[in-house]
Each structure stands twice: as structure tokens, then as C-alpha cells.
């Protein structure tokens, strides 16, 4: 049933209310969140599920659910008794269990995958408010934050300033790390590409289970999607000239231009990026200095943002993929799974 408790889940963030079928989809969402317990301060849904993707065309795509929380002992705790059966033998073990695995495992995510609701299967993942916080700001993992550089459907109005905040840095964040990897002159796709591809940097699935075109896919799919969400960063940016006869967007790659990207980094990506260089904490201590001599050569930054991405996401896919297996239990991954490698290859013979 519907829990009045709710944050208000509206049309006008979807920004679909003049389209019927969209507005059915709409609804679709709205009513699969209502079913979940109330102290849900974000949600959004997301994936193939809502998104087209070239090659995977099916209506009935698995729907993906992230769930920010604010008290997330309480909201495991209401959850367990309401949907126990969403959680896999470890919800056998309490809320306490539910919670650690939560937080101090992976990337601060805890899935129940493959749950029949509304006439639809669904994922839904949940994150506490701060480890929300944290990885937008931060890229502590790069798994929820580079979710949010591609295109989601955010299904309630952001009322929290710093959820707020974090949101608009996490996609000021990419913009950089992604002009920071492309030449001087590049196209709009090859754009929005950089930025979607940040996150599957280093990511083992990409080897393993997941189409290797996906990047390719999720952008040229969605591109009306891509510009509306990057629009507000785009054109304010003096940095950057698009040539209408080229269809290409010029950039500088002066010293001074490379080096206020890379402050602008986001910390752990910074960290990272400094790690790779060696040096250790003198390195660390003085990220102005090493900055500084790192942007007088273009494609050493690149590299060393690539090398950056890779150490943050590598770590966080596996441990992730780790703790879903526990999440989902064994006969859920096993569907899971074999789902995934279809969808890879019919993607192979598209």
C-alpha cells in the first residue's frame, strides 16, 4: 500500500507529463515506490528497463531502483517485515547483518534483485544518505555517482540543498574527467561517450557478462537524454567552442586550462591519480605542485585520470559483484547471471 510518509514523487521531475506513454511509465514507477516503506529521501529508476538501448529492444527489461536513505536501520527493519521475501537467506539474520553488508562492504550498496512487482521484475538497490553523499562528492567508489552521470529518472523532488549540491558536482566532475581524456577538437558523442564510459573504467563486468558496446549503446540511444542533463554545464563553459562547420567542440589544452580541471577533480579521483604517479605521501601532501607539472603534457594527464578511474572503479566492481552474490542468493544470481550473458550476446550478433 501506499505510505502517506513519503517525499513527494512527481510528474515534473520526469519531465515526461505531456507524453502518454510516458506518463504510463509514470505511473508504473510511482506505484512500485509506494509499495516500499516511507523515509526514502532520493529515489530514481534507471537502466534498459526505462532506457533504450540500440540492440536490446524488449518492453520487458528488468526495472533498476536506487533508494537513497535516510535512517536506513529503520527502513531495513520496515522493509524485512513487509518484503521479506525480496532478501535473500541473509535477511534471515536481521537487520543488523542487512546493515553492515550495506555500509562497510562494496560500494556502500545493498541490492534485491529479480523481485516481481507491479507486473514487472525489478532490482532495487539502497545507500545511506551520507555513503550517497560521499561517493558523489568524492568518487569514494565511482559505482552510484557514475550511475548519475548517465540519464536516470529521478521520481521524487530534491528538497535536501546538499543531495542537491552533490548531484550538480558529481555531473561538473565528469564533465572534466572526460574533457581531461579527449584531443583539443572532438563531436558531441564523442563526448557524452568520455563521460559515460568514466565508470566502466577498469570494471571486470565489462569483460565478463555485459555487452562490450554498452557504452556506445546507453549514449546513442539516449542522446536527447545526454544533452538536457549536461545543457546546464555545457553552456556557460568559456573553456570550450563548438565550430557549427565541424560539428566539433574545440578545447583548450593550455597548462593553466589542464591544471584547473585536474583541481577540480573530485578527491578520491585526485588521490588515486597521485598514487599512480608514486611519490607517496609527499605526493599526497602537495597535489598543487605535482599538478602543475602533470598539465604541461596533455596525454600524461589522460593517462593518469584512465589509470586513476581504473584503480577506483576496479576495486568497487569486484567487491560489489562480491557482496551481490550474498545479496541475491545463489539461485538469483544464477538467473541473474545467465540473463546478463543473453543480453551480451545477442548484443555480440546485433
Not at 564523442?190 to 555487452?211: K, P, V
Request: glycine share 8%; with cysteine.
Amino acid at each position: 500500500m501506499a505510505n502517506s510518509r513519503q517525499p513527494r514523487f512527481e510528474y515534473e521531475r520526469l519531465g515526461l507529463s505531456k507524453n502518454k506513454m510516458a506518463d504510463v511509465q509514470a505511473d508504473m514507477l510511482l506505484k512500485i515506490v509506494s509499495n516500499f516503506p516511507s523515509g526514502i529521501s532520493l529515489a530514481f529508476a534507471y537502466g534498459s528497463g526505462i532506457f533504450k538501448q540500440e540492440g536490446n529492444t524488449s518492453s520487458k527489461n528488468m526495472v533498476d531502483f536506487v533508494f537513497v536513505l535516510e535512517n536506513a536501520r529503520r527502513w531495513h527493519e520496515e522493509n524485512l517485515k513487509i518484503h521479506r521475501k525480496h532478501y535473500s537467506f541473509l535477511g534471515s539474520f536481521g537487520v543488523n547483518t542487512v546493515i553492515s553488508l550495506q555500509d562497510n562492504y562494496g560500494a556502500g550498496m545493498y541490492y534485491n534483485t529479480l523481485v516481481p512487482m507491479g507486473g514487472r521484475v525489478i532490482k532495487y538497490g539502497t545507500i545511506s544518505r551520507n555513503n550517497f553523499l560521499l561517493d558523489l562528492k568524492d568518487w569514494q567508489w565511482l559505482y552510484i555517482a557514475g550511475r548519475l552521470h548517465k540519464p536516470v529518472k529521478i521520481l521524487c523532488q530534491v528538497t535536501d540543498n546538499d543531495m542537491s549540491l552533490a548531484l550538480k558536482e558529481n555531473l561538473k566532475g565528469a564533465f572534466n574527467a572526460a574533457l581531461l581524456s579527449l584531443p583539443e577538437e572532438f563531436t558531441e558523442q564523442q563526448l557524452f561517450m568520455s563521460i559515460a564510459g568514466l565508470s566502466f573504467a577498469g570494471d571486470f563486468r565489462m569483460i565478463i557478462g555485459e555487452n562490450k558496446n554498452k557504452v556506445r549503446s546507453i549514449v546513442n540511444s539516449n542522446i536527447e537524454h545526454f544533452r538536457h542533463l549536461y545543457q546546464p554545464i555545457l553552456l556557460p563553459s568559456r573553456q570550450l567552442h563548438f565550430c557549427s562547420s565541424s560539428g566539433k567542440y574545440q578545447q583548450s589544452h593550455d597548462s593553466s586550462v589542464i591544471f584547473s580541471r585536474m583541481m577540480s577533480l573530485p578527491k578520491n579521483l585526485q588521490r588515486k591519480m597521485l598514487q599512480s604517479l608514486g611519490g607517496g605521501k609527499i605526493k599526497q601532501s602537495c597535489p598543487e605542485e605535482t599538478f602543475s607539472e602533470v598539465s604541461k603534457d596533455g596525454e600524461k594527464c589522460s593517462k593518469l585520470v584512465k589509470n586513476g578511474l581504473q584503480s577506483i572503479v576496479g576495486r568497487s566492481s569486484v567487491t560489489q559483484s562480491i557482496k551481490g552474490i550474498a545479496t541475491a542468493g545463489g539461485h538469483r544470481t544464477l538467473l541473474y547471471s545467465s540473463q546478463k550473458m543473453t543480453k551480451m550476446l545477442k548484443a555480440m550478433f546485433v
